[in-house]
């Protein structure tokens, strides 16, 4: 079709651009911004770690981690809770796990101890903290799997990142329990093991399916466990992380049972499913049937007439 400069009306273009630009100007509902504001939160903890890792008080940056741990747990379920999720706090909330439970705990091991190991210390730290974006990067990607079965919800694909970070942290909270300080190439062992269970495809419990309504019942009870799990945190912290992280690793095989016989239990259901039923009754031909009568001449295909 020939271009008509008649028909060009400049107004248009005017209107196009308006409308765009109001669009992307719109106000924001300030439930869009909490979710956001706790994760940034998080991630000035993490970095504040860093810089007390670098000043020698580690209590206080271990500190800082566990902050950033719990701010983490919250930030998603305030976002779903007020409905305040968005494309922006997702890249957000990736940004701070890979500051906070990858970047920083490796640093910490390496200011506290991996630095006696020179280059071979350095890169313990490295794979630690390249294995918790790989980690996430993966989860990212996983998301939208339209092939992932409905049992997969309750289970991480490896160890998550907050959890790698906290349990790779362990060596030095035996330190704080007076306990003797472990050799500098176990914690550097240690250190890509718990790097390799984040990039693993070890199922592990995710507690995402957990119901998030409490019976009435249960409300007192709730509440004396969590006063008593922040009484314990505070009083005794390195006792309560130390059994923490050993526990959790305990549970790690469990994980895996778990997801295998749903697993089992999945395929099983799908050879039934994909098997033909048999019928009931064998169908036999009656005994009293008239046999078949021969074909007459008048019976006879017609290209044989």
């Known amino acids: 079709m020939p271009y008509d400069p008649k028909s060009y009306d ?3 273009d005017d209107l196009k651009s308006a409308d765009l630009k109001r669009r992307r100007f719109r106000p924001i509902p300030l439930r869009m911004l909490v979710p956001n504001v706790i994760t940034l939160l998080a991630i000035c903890a993490g970095l504040t770690a860093i810089r007390l890792s670098t ?3 580690l209590e206080l940056a271990l500190a800082a981690i566990v902050f950033a741990a719990l701010l983490d747990g919250i930030d998603g379920r305030v976002a779903r809770a007020i409905k305040g999720q968005s494309r922006f706090g997702a890249e957000l909330d990736s940004l701070a796990d890979f500051v906070n439970f990858g970047v920083t705990p490796g640093l910490i091991l390496y200011f506290w101890q991996l630095h006696e190991l020179n280059n071979v210390g350095w890169i313990a730290a490295m794979i630690f903290a390249i294995s918790g974006g790989l980690r996430l990067a993966r989860f ?11 049992y997969a919800a309750a289970f ?15 060596p030095i909270y035996l330190s704080f329990l007076d306990l003797p300080k472990l050799p500098t190439v176990l914690v550097a062992l240690y250190t890509l093991l718990i790097a390799f269970l984040m990039v693993s495809r070890l199922p592990v419990f ?7 309504r409490v019976p009435p019942e249960m409300v007192l009870p709730v509440f004396v466990l969590v006063i008593l799990c922040i009484a314990l945190l505070i009083g005794y912290p390195w006792h309560l992380l130390s059994a923490g992280a050993v526990i959790y690793l305990l549970t790690l095989p469990a994980g895996w049972m778990s997801y295998r ?3 089992r239990t999945a395929e099983a259901a799908a050879a039934r499913a994909a098997t033909p039923a048999a019928p009931s009754v064998a169908q036999k031909p009656a005994a009293f049937d008239p046999p078949p009568a021969a074909p007459g001449p008048d019976d006879r295909p017609p290209r044989l007439n």
């Open 206 to 212: 995710s507690g995402k399916t957990m119901s998030t």
């Open 261 to 263: 016989r749903h697993e």
């Open 156 to 170: 991480f694909t490896g160890v998550p990142a907050p959890a790698g970070a906290l349990l790779v942290l362990l």
């Open 10 to 12: 400049p107004k248009s």
């Open 55 to 57: 000043e020698g008080r």
């Open 140 to 150: 990212n990607a996983s998301i939208d799997d339209p092939n992932r079965p409905a």
